[in-house]
């Protein structure tokens, strides 16, 4: 369907290629959150990306137009964080990542190596640093000495104004092709520690929640495993035709945010 017949509690936004792409709002962005908020809706924005805190995007979004704060914001550093807390709390982790993923699981208590040989577990993220060194180390912490493998997020690339760039996606291909291994978790949307984040915040069952987002296999993977209204916008990653040979289908199709103001 391509027309929302309903107004939800809950929002769940995506930014990249949702909200805005690069440093420019995607129309009818800061309109359709006004709107939700003035009936009295709940919003959260939720981002695979884990490249700055949720501080900084909060301060992205008011910037642009869309006023935020830090806890409006749920990213796959959320979920990191639940599921290691689950799984592994007191392991010793080695991160293939940027700097900030590593500063902020040593702040929430995590043991964080760049000794292979001491690692039990690599994490795996977006990183814009990404080299050999890093490849070598997370292949013989995990392949010599045994330690599970954890990525952050699925995506094979983040949208941006000229194209894109490469995602987690990514990397992990690398390190699980030299390694031999799988990981044994990917994280981040559409991961059930993503939703359980997303509907802890916003207070929702997920029947009361619609999440709005540009792709399939994430955003709309993940409210339809979940129990939320799916709603792609198309206006990033997935278009009509990936709407017509992919899975899952999304609840709504719209072409832009603006469809959303019509309720």
């Known amino acids: 369907m391509s027309r929302v017949d309903r107004r939800y509690a809950g929002y769940a936004f995506d930014l990249d290629g949702t909200l805005y792409l690069g440093d ?42 869309i006023d ?13 964080f639940l599921y290691m807390e689950d ?12 700097a900030l993923v590593g500063e902020m699981l040593a702040a ?5 190596t760049r ?23 997370a292949y013989r912490a995990v ?24 995602d987690c996606a990514a990397m992990l291909a690398a390190i699980e092709a030299c390694s031999g291994r799988k990981a044994e978790a990917v994280l981040g949307k559409p991961s059930a520690y993503m939703a359980r984040t997303v509907l802890s915040r916003l ?9 709005v987002g540009d792709r399939i296999a994430t955003d709309i993977a993940m409210a339809k495993s979940e129990g939320m209204t799916a709603v792609l916008v198309l206006t990033g990653a997935s278009s009509r035709s990936d709407v017509e040979r992919e899975t899952p289908k999304p609840d709504f199709v719209i072409e832009n945010l603006g469809q959303l103001l019509a309720l």
């Open 24 to 65: 420019a709002l995607l129309p009818h962005a800061a309109e359709v959150i006004r709107s939700i908020r003035g009936g009295g809706g709940r919003v959260v924005f939720v981002t695979n990306k884990p490249l700055e805190t949720a501080a900084d995007y909060a301060a992205r979004l008011t910037r642009l137009g």
């Open 68 to 80: 935020a704060e830090a806890e409006d914001i749920v990213s796959a550093l959320d979920s990191l």
């Open 87 to 98: 799984r592994h709390p007191r392991a010793r982790i080695l991160p293939v990542t940027e």
């Open 108 to 112: 929430r208590g995590f043991a964080v």
């Open 115 to 137: 000794d292979p040989a001491a690692a039990e577990v690599v994490v795996v993220a977006f990183d814009r640093t990404f080299d050999y060194a890093k490849l070598n180390a």
């Open 143 to 166: 392949r010599l000495h045994g330690a599970a493998l954890v990525a952050t997020n699925p995506d094979p690339y983040c949208p941006t104004p000229d194209g894109g760039l490469p």
């Open 203 to 211: 207070g929702l069952p997920a029947g009361e929640v619609a999440l």
